[in-house]
């Protein structure tokens, strides 16, 4: 089907599961931006409409309930998606500094965040298309390898590991590592000789006694398993 019937499809389905406030905030909340976004940078991203949830009710820092514009869940990770309308968020100083203390908030309570200009999604689509493409590869990638689960080949302490990798040009040294993970140096080298042994470390060794000085990361930064 195209874009149109399963947009239909996604909306009425959430319309038919929701009563009271979450109800009306689909109706109310679901406009042009929304609709914008989903229709010439989601569909033609994703294809699928599959964990991704409109006006998604979330709850601030004071326990109040309020409503972001999208919210993907993707086995355990969430990402909210909010378009940002300069006319709604931005003249107003007192909503605008709200808005940026929940998405902070929200970062806090391991979920990801994006903010996406209505502007920009307006006038340069390509650009938002582009910057979610790269982002959310590894998420869409995990995601389609197990029809919409993760799968966990690695460990929390692995992804963590090679993550901090990447960040330092692909090279990681455990005392580092382990002061910057707050680990103890030897469950870091204990965890960075199983990845060499999966195939996504190599030790690299110098001088005459061939000590371990760092370890390289090899693999694709962006690897499905790093999410």
Known sequence: MGFQMEHDKWISDHLKRRKGERLDALRRGHGYGNRLFVEHIWWELVGHFHGLHPEYEVKDWRGRSY???????????????????????????????????????LQAQDCTVFYISLDELKENPSFI??????????YLSAGDRTKGTVER???????????????????????????????????????CRKLVEKGKFRAVARGESQRVIYYEYVGS????DLV
């Open 67 to 105: 409503f972001v514009d999208f919210m993907w869940i993707v086995g355990a990770f969430r990402i909210v998606l909010e378009i940002m309308d300069f006319g709604s968020h931005g003249t107003d100083r007192t909503k605008y500094r709200m808005d940026l203390n929940r998405g902070l908030f």
């Open 129 to 138: 298309f582009s910057a979610l493409r790269n982002i959310l590869s590894p």
């Open 153 to 191: 080949l690695y460990s929390k302490i692995e992804r963590d590991l090679m993550r901090a990798a990447i960040r330092h040009n692909r090279a990681i040294r455990p005392t580092e590592a382990a002061r910057e993970l707050e680990l103890h140096t030897m469950t870091v080298i204990k965890y």
């Open 221 to 224: 930064i962006q690897s499905p």
